[in-house]
């Protein structure tokens, strides 16, 4: 979907129906395109928004002022530097359009779109995790970045963004899908990661700009997580944890649950040995999962494995001359050398890590990899 009426109906469309995704894929089902549902008779629609009577209303009433909000979200979005992409596009994970409730469009921010038709894990866990289970999440997706695979998972802080991290130094890419706007970075303490893996893979929301992390946005979010996945991995969960909400989405969406088991008896091992109990693979590390993924790939079609991208880094840029190659900087110091805005800087230093060209060092300290004189 291209043109600017068609983007800015599926805006208009989102507006409505994106606390209702089920409601809207019957719509859109049944009338065979956004345009046909606001330009044709709505009152034969009644039936299909089924008990939904204040959702019905709001459809009835929404008009020209409405449709020019939703114009002004797009110019929003395109001044942001985001893009759309609508269930209709043929970079639409899809996987995730198979589910019984898709999201009609994605909010992107990122450079590899890639990446949505790439074989995808979904790794998922405690915000307050061990340091035990993090190593562990961080080195399995890692792993898997390294062989080939997506991972996936929320930016949450803990299990999250260690396997973001981890799947950033196996060579990435890596997806975060947001409960919140596209725009907005949270927790607020993951600016950096937000930065890296909008430069390395893609930030995702179905939630219009602005839309803060409100409670019931999480569960909303995480079916999405398994939904565009091949499998979802739990790291470490309580009894009662998002983590165990995205694992019932993967198995009422059919896909694989594997879990990482716990440490006897503490907090966080609840939630994941019982899904053992209940017959979830037992997985310690990017080859078990990968034994249990593999077969998976068989009769689906894929653009191509992750690893398989060539890094497109600039290797004469001011960034990298401005990392020293003898001695270490801090980031405040790449900054000011370089003359970049520091949110450049964050996520052009992670590029250049994946490229093999900087290390980060303790303190958050940056030098220049042997061999990558600039």
């Known amino acids: 979907m291209d043109d600017l009426r068609g983007r800015i109906f599926l805006l208009a469309f989102r507006t409505l129906f994106f ?13 065979g395109s956004i345009e046909n549902i606001f330009e044709g008779d709505r009152p034969t629609l009644r039936p299909l928004f089924l008990d939904q009577a204040a959702l019905w209303n709001r459809f009835l009433k929404f008009g020209q002022r409405q449709m020019r909000e939703a114009e002004g979200e797009f ?32 909010v992107a921010r990122g450079k590899l779109v890639e990446s949505l038709g790439m074989p995808m894990v979904a790794m998922v866990g405690s915000r307050r995790a061990s340091q035990r289970a993090i190593e562990a999440g961080a080195a ?3 792993g898997l970045a390294e062989k080939g695979y997506v991972v996936a998972s929320g930016l949450a802080y803990g ?7 981890g799947a950033l130094s196996g060579g990435g890419p890596t997806v975060a899908v ?7 970075v949270y927790p607020p303490g993951n600016e950096r990661l937000y930065e890296a893996v909008a430069a390395c893979g893609l930030i995702l929301s179905e939630f219009p700009l602005g839309a803060l992390p409100n409670k019931p946005n999480f569960p909303q979010r ?5 939904g565009m996945s091949l499998a979802t991995v739990v790291v470490e969960a309580a009894a009662k944890s998002g983590s165990l909400i995205t694992a019932r989405f993967a198995l009422e969406q059919n896909r694989e649950v594997m879990a990482v088991p716990g440490a006897g008896g503490t907090f966080g091992a609840r939630g994941v040995n019982a899904l053992i109990r209940d017959g979830a693979p037992l997985v310690e590390s990017a080859d078990d999962v990968e034994a249990i993924v593999s077969p998976l790939l068989v009769g689906r079609r894929f653009l191509k494995r992750a ?39 964050l996520a052009g230093l992670s590029e250049l890590r994946i490229a093999g060209s900087v290390e980060e060092l303790a303190g958050r300290r940056w030098r220049r990899k042997r061999g990558s004189d600039a």
Not at 178 to 184: E, L, R, S, T, Y
Not at 222 to 226: A, G, L, T
């Open 140 to 142: 399995i997706a890692e």
């Open 307 to 345: 690893g398989q991208f060539e890094n497109d880094v600039d290797m004469d840029s001011p960034l990298l001359r401005a990392v020293p190659a003898r001695g270490h900087a801090s980031v405040d110091e790449i900054v000011a050398k370089s003359g970049m805005r520091a949110a450049d800087v």
């Open 75 to 106: 110019k929003e979005i395109e001044r942001a530097g985001l893009s759309i992409i609508s269930i209709a596009d043929p970079c639409y994970p899809e996987l995730l359009r198979q589910i019984v409730d898709p999201p009609s469009l994605l």
């Open 222 to 226: 995480n079916r999405i997580i398994s």
């Open 19 to 31: 606390r209702f995704p089920s409601i809207g894929k019957t719509l859109l089902d049944a009338c």
């Open 159 to 165: 299990i999250d963004s260690a396997c973001h991290r």
């Open 178 to 184: 947001m409960g919140c706007g596209p725009d907005i």
